[in-house]
């Protein structure tokens, strides 16, 4: 027995515009229904479900591992998506990550 993948779903208040907003980020929308999306980039897909509680998403968020942490944030740190709290640094645990917060607020950190 082993564990292969794991996919976040992540809470949306709006399908379309969650797709829109990873799309920018460089994902490849992969579906899209009136209550469920999937975005994908290299091996890593998200997945959001329709949810018409904004508390929802300011609630959770997902890790992405990535390579070469450096470049991606310097090209989202053009898009003027990086969490004003939580820039690029290296955490006590070892990882270099810095965060975005989603159209509705999920948090996604991008960690190496």
């Not at 920018?24 to 890593?44: C, E, M, N, R």
């Not at 998506?81 to 006590?92: A, G, M, R």
Request: hydrophobic fraction near 45%; include cysteine.
């Amino acid at each position: 027995m082993a564990f292969i993948s794991a996919i976040p779903k992540l809470a949306s208040l709006d399908i379309q515009r969650s797709i829109a907003f990873f799309e920018k980020l460089g994902f490849t929308k992969s579906a899209h229904f009136p209550d469920y999306g999937i975005v994908q980039q290299d091996a890593v897909q998200i997945h959001f479900w329709l949810c018409t509680d904004a508390a929802v998403p300011r609630a959770t968020g997902c890790r992405i591992n990535v390579s070469d942490i450096e470049a991606l944030f310097a090209n989202y740190s053009k898009l003027g998506v990086i969490h004003p709290n939580d820039p690029l640094s290296l955490k006590p645990w070892g990882l270099r990550e810095f965060s975005v917060l989603d159209v509705d607020g999920n948090l996604v950190t991008f960690a190496e």
